[in-house]
């Protein structure tokens, strides 16, 4: 009798999951769920149903649920490698990296001629800006399987952040030969083709992918920084919107009880609206997108601008027809208040106020420093004498492109050589070490103010800055504070930087006393390190005259 009993429920569960493959092939997968999750219950040592379930569960975008289906299978079935694969999926989908690695190397333990394990393990291993250790699991990969397209997609993403961009190309290439159809190699050749400066068909490589699939948000944000870049800015604003749906977010999305601000003409014809501009990603961001401000006023909006708190009294006094509030999470009462018709995300408004190169003003500057304050740094800095006061700054601490645009102050060594300047420390963060060797090895200080805290006290550095008659530096929040201020500056950038400073010009339509020097090439900094230098002799004669 209980041999009957144990054959009955397993009959069953088998006949669920049948069942349950067929509507997940007619694209039923709630309903396939639910049939696999009966068979789990008709049998509860299933281990293919509860494996199938954590497919299809996967399949519906739930990866928490799904990794506890496979758990549940690998308990029954220790060995089962496809399960350690697909755990390892969705804890990467989960965000667990770490934790997906040491599931795929499971599934490599019990199966070492699995390629799929091989290819997700480089995968993962490349998000954690591993690229040796990823390349030796995607060459593992391609060996045990040369006809894999995402393990070809993969290494194509490692050999890209490499610089190795036509070896990355040609990967991305051979894994669309065997999946035309495969929109994450179509976004990440796109990717490729911007990075190393071929704008064209990065357009054409994203736009394929979104012909694929139209609600691809990554490959709509990438986009938009494509045609921000090349001066298109009303099609890259519209794209520029998808950066709310990416996984990856630029920024935390806030809840408001208002509507959208729909732009301009909702003042114009309606009588003055309140509008609340809360601000978005960093400060340097925040910095550039209130240059919108003075001209969202001029719709004849009321304006509450909800920024970080470091900026409150820099943007009250440069802006003092809006109201300004410190950015709280949640939101404050003062930002949900009835009386505010509208709300927008500040990097939102360029889709309405700069939709082309003519709409940007003819604006110097827009933040105001406190007066006494700039004026008593100042003295300070020149200290009796008529120096040129130079404010340096060399690095980024962005977390996906720092690298790129960041030098050394080593790289600066020649300012230590120029006659008749006085260089001043605007790098944030601990720069002690770097000074002294930058002092030993040229001769020149780098004078730090102890005074001014540049990451605590943004209305003290915006002071420090203005006090400056100069500043080089590189594309970070003090290149935009000096911009902001329209303080005279030399920005060097990466060959392929950020949207805002766009391509192959050497000015900025955002920072009219900004000067941009551009590499040639990824990497080579050594041509805008001569310009530069030649550029700052030239500024000191000019001062000297």
């Given at each position: 009798?209980?041999?009957?009993?144990?054959?009955?429920?397993?009959?069953?569960?088998?006949?669920l999951?049948?069942?349950?493959?067929e509507?997940?092939?007619?694209?039923?997968?709630?309903?396939?769920?639910?049939?696999?999750?009966?068979?789990?219950?008709?049998?509860?040592?299933?281990?293919?149903?509860?494996?199938?379930?954590?497919?299809?569960?996967?399949?519906l975008?739930?990866a928490?649920?799904?990794?506890?289906?496979?758990?549940?299978?690998?308990?029954?079935k220790?060995?089962?490698?496809q399960?350690?694969?697909?755990?390892?999926?969705?804890?990467?989908t989960?965000?667990?990296?770490?934790?997906?690695i040491?599931a795929?190397?499971?599934?490599?333990?019990?199966?070492?001629?699995?390629?799929?394990?091989?290819?997700?393990l480089?995968?993962?291993?490349?998000?954690l800006?591993?690229?040796?250790?990823?390349?030796?699991?995607?060459?593992?990969?391609l060996?045990?399987?040369?006809?894999?397209?995402?393990?070809?997609?993969?290494?194509?993403?490692?050999?890209?952040?490499?610089?190795?961009f036509?070896?990355a190309?040609?990967?991305?290439?051979?894994?669309l030969?065997?999946?035309?159809?495969?929109?994450?190699?179509?976004?990440?050749l796109?990717?490729?083709?911007?990075?190393?400066?071929?704008?064209?068909?990065?357009?054409?490589?994203l736009g394929?992918?979104?012909?694929?699939?139209?609600?691809?948000?990554?490959?709509?944000?990438?986009?938009?920084h494509?045609?921000?870049?090349?001066?298109?800015?009303?099609?890259?604003?519209?794209?520029?919107e998808w950066?709310?749906?990416?996984?990856?977010?630029?920024?935390?999305?806030?809840?408001?009880?208002q509507?959208?601000w729909?732009?301009?003409?909702?003042?114009?014809?309606?009588?003055?609206?309140?509008?609340?501009?809360?601000?978005?990603?960093?400060?340097?961001?925040?910095?550039?997108?209130?240059?919108?401000?003075?001209?969202?006023?001029?719709?004849?909006a009321?304006?509450?601008?909800?920024?970080d708190?470091?900026?409150?009294?820099?943007?009250?006094?440069?802006?003092?027809?809006a109201?300004?509030?410190?950015?709280?999470?949640?939101?404050?009462?003062?930002?949900?208040?009835?009386?505010?018709?509208?709300?927008?995300?500040?990097?939102?408004?360029?889709r309405?106020?700069?939709p082309?190169?003519?709409?940007?003003?003819?604006?110097?500057?827009?933040?105001?420093?406190d007066?006494?304050?700039?004026?008593?740094?100042?003295?300070?800095?020149?200290?009796?004498?008529?120096?040129?006061?130079?404010?340096?700054?060399?690095s980024?601490?962005?977390e996906?492109?720092?690298?790129?645009?960041?030098?050394?102050?080593?790289?600066l060594?020649?300012?230590?050589?120029?006659?008749?300047?006085r260089?001043?420390?605007?790098?944030?963060?601990?720069?002690?070490?770097?000074?002294?060797?930058?002092e030993?090895?040229?001769?020149?200080?780098?004078?730090?103010?102890?005074?001014?805290?540049?990451?605590?006290?943004?209305?003290?550095?915006?002071?420090?800055?203005?006090?400056?008659?100069?500043?080089?530096?590189?594309?970070?929040?003090?290149?935009?504070?000096?911009?902001?201020?329209?303080?005279?500056?030399?920005?060097m950038?990466?060959?392929?930087?950020?949207?805002?400073?766009?391509l192959?010009?050497?000015?900025?339509?955002?920072?009219?006393?900004?000067?941009?020097?551009?590499?040639?090439?990824?990497?080579?900094?050594?041509?805008?390190?001569?310009q530069?230098?030649?550029?700052?002799?030239?500024?000191?004669?000019?001062?000297?005259?």
């Amino acid at each position: 009798m209980p041999a009957m009993n144990r054959k009955q429920p397993e009959t069953d569960a088998a006949a669920l999951c049948v069942h349950a493959a067929e509507l997940a092939g007619q694209g039923r997968l709630d309903e396939a769920a639910e049939s696999y999750r009966q068979a789990t219950e008709a049998d509860p040592d299933f281990a293919e149903a509860h494996y199938n379930l954590g497919v299809v569960l996967q399949l519906l975008g739930n990866a928490e649920n799904a990794a506890d289906a496979f758990r549940r299978a690998i308990s029954i079935k220790p060995d089962y490698f496809q399960a350690h694969t697909n755990l390892g999926a969705a804890l990467e989908t989960m965000g667990n990296t770490e934790d997906a690695i040491v599931a795929y190397r499971l599934a490599i333990d019990a199966n070492p001629s699995h390629a799929r394990a091989f290819a997700n393990l480089g995968g993962a291993w490349q998000k954690l800006k591993r690229p040796d250790d990823a390349l030796v699991a995607l060459e593992k990969a391609l060996e045990l399987e040369s006809q894999f397209p995402e393990a070809l997609n993969n290494m194509g993403n490692v050999l890209c952040d490499l610089g190795r961009f036509d070896d990355a190309i040609d990967h991305f290439q051979r894994a669309l030969a065997l999946m035309p159809d495969f929109k994450e190699a179509h976004h990440n050749l796109g990717n490729t083709h911007k990075k190393a400066g071929r704008m064209d068909d990065a357009a054409t490589s994203l736009g394929r992918a979104l012909e694929i699939d139209p609600d691809y948000a990554e490959a709509h944000w990438n986009l938009s920084h494509v045609l921000l870049l090349q001066g298109r800015l009303a099609d890259g604003w519209g794209e520029h919107e998808w950066r709310w749906r990416c996984a990856e977010a630029p920024a935390q999305k806030r809840d408001f009880p208002q509507s959208s601000w729909p732009g301009p003409n909702a003042n114009k014809d309606a009588g003055a609206k309140t509008v609340l501009v809360w601000g978005e990603q960093g400060v340097g961001d925040e910095i550039l997108f209130s240059s919108m401000i003075p001209d969202l006023l001029d719709t004849n909006a009321n304006v509450v601008i909800e920024c970080d708190r470091r900026l409150v009294p820099l943007f009250q006094r440069s802006f003092p027809e809006a109201k300004c509030i410190a950015q709280v999470h949640p939101p404050s009462p003062e930002s949900i208040s009835g009386d505010i018709d509208y709300q927008t995300p500040s990097g939102s408004l360029g889709r309405w106020l700069r939709p082309d190169l003519a709409s940007f003003p003819a604006r110097t500057s827009y933040l105001m420093p406190d007066p006494e304050r700039r004026e008593a740094i100042r003295e300070k800095y020149r200290d009796g004498e008529t120096p040129l006061l130079v404010g340096i700054s060399w690095s980024s601490i962005n977390e996906y492109i720092g690298g790129e645009k960041s030098v050394s102050l080593a790289d600066l060594g020649f300012l230590g050589k120029i006659p008749g300047i006085r260089l001043v420390d605007l790098q944030y963060g601990n720069t002690e070490n770097q000074r002294r060797a930058f002092e030993e090895t040229t001769g020149a200080a780098v004078n730090h103010d102890n005074d001014i805290d540049q990451m605590a006290d943004l209305d003290g550095f915006a002071a420090q800055v203005a006090a400056l008659d100069l500043v080089v530096g590189v594309s970070n929040t003090t290149a935009h504070m000096a911009g902001a201020l329209g303080v005279e500056t030399f920005v060097m950038l990466s060959a392929v930087p950020l949207s805002c400073w766009m391509l192959e010009r050497d000015d900025s339509p955002w920072y009219p006393s900004i000067k941009l020097f551009r590499q040639g090439a990824p990497g080579d900094w050594s041509a805008v390190l001569k310009q530069v230098e030649a550029a700052v002799r030239a500024r000191v004669t000019r001062q000297a005259s």
